[in-house]
Each structure stands twice: as C-alpha cells, then as structure tokens.
C-alpha cells in the first residue's frame, strides 16, 4: 500500500512538472550509503541500464536525484531518494521521462527493430 501511494504520488507530482532529459545521482560511496540497501541495490542494479543518468560520489552525501534542464549542467529539480525503494526510484525516473536503455515508451510499439530479420 505505501509503495501504491508513493508511485500515485511520484505520478501527481510529475503531471505538473517538465520532462527532463538527463539527471544525476547525487550520494556517498561508502559507509553511508551501506546503511541505505534499497539505494544501493538500486545504484548497482538499474542505473547502469540508464545511459541519461550519471552518478556522482560526495562524501557524506544523503542520495539525491538532480534532474538537469536542457542544457545539462542545470539542475531543475531535487529529489531526495533516501527512504525511496527501487520501484519508486524507477518510477520516478520514468515518470521524468527517464528510460532505461531498452525500455519502450509507454504507448509505442515495439517494432522489432532491434531483433534480427528472420525469414521465413
């Protein structure tokens, strides 16, 4: 149920917002962010399928997503992933217009055209 709210509410407050196009995790590398599993896993098992979304090791830092604006250096929005589980961080990328490398677009087809021409 309060994964429920939390995506219903990502979703609330992306309908007001500008979809960006590249953003930037913001967190420590170590003892910190060893006490933060969700955050971890997240880091090491769904960034790398992201290729607009960097990360950036600050000592101390409390994990926090920056969305950048159109020329990618400036940030738009701030968004602390702290107490966010995986799902949530996912859908909150997506719901920025964020997509994971082989991910579809919600609404689009997928054509195939990434899979080899078969002949029949």
Do not use: W
Request: glycine residues 8%; proline residues 5%; contains cysteine.
């Amino acid at each position: 149920m309060r994964f429920s709210l939390s995506v219903l509410f990502l979703l609330f407050l992306s309908a007001s917002t500008v979809l960006s196009l590249k953003a930037r995790l913001e967190t420590c590398g170590g003892c910190r962010l060893n006490s933060l599993p969700k955050v971890k896993r997240f880091i090491n098992e769904h960034l790398p399928e992201y290729p607009d979304v960097e990360i950036k090791y600050i000592g101390g830092k409390d994990p926090e997503l920056l969305f950048l604006g159109e020329d990618g250096q400036s940030v738009e929005e701030r968004v602390s992933v702290i107490n966010m589980s995986e799902d949530e961080i996912n859908a909150l990328l997506e719901s920025k217009g964020i997509l994971k490398h082989n991910a579809t677009p919600e609404g689009e087809a997928d054509n195939g055209a990434d899979e080899p021409h078969q002949d029949l």
